[in-house]
């Protein structure tokens, strides 16, 4: 099975950045990052295809966030900037073969790290 590990969560003000990371144990796959904020449903972030030719993200996070991925290291980044408190929660990343679709199904999950941003 493909093994997903985030980290790089934490606590900033807002304006802040951060950067996630999420190490796959296997290559040729998309990654999705996603996150769900307390009483609210599973959002899609960005995604990145598994040769990182293609890359999509969601309209609220679009000019802030950037995804990308070193294939030597097996890691694929998302990159945030200019956070805001609504950017709060806990981010997954997401395995699916080959293709990013925030839309589609990934089929292997991490367990979360959480993005705190407040003043």
Known sequence: QVQLVESGGGSVQPGG????????????????????????????VSCISGSGGSTKYADSVKGRFSISRDDAKKTVYLHMNSLKPEDTAVYYCAAR????????DFDWWGQGTQVTVSS
Request: net charge negative; with cysteine; hydrophobic share 35%.
């Open 17 to 44: 950045s951060l950067r996630l990371s999420c190490a796959v144990s296997m290559d040729y796959y998309g990654i999705g990052w996603f996150r769900q904020a307390p009483g609210k449903e599973r959002e899609g």
């Open 97 to 104: 073969w080959l293709y990013c679709d925030l839309d589609g």
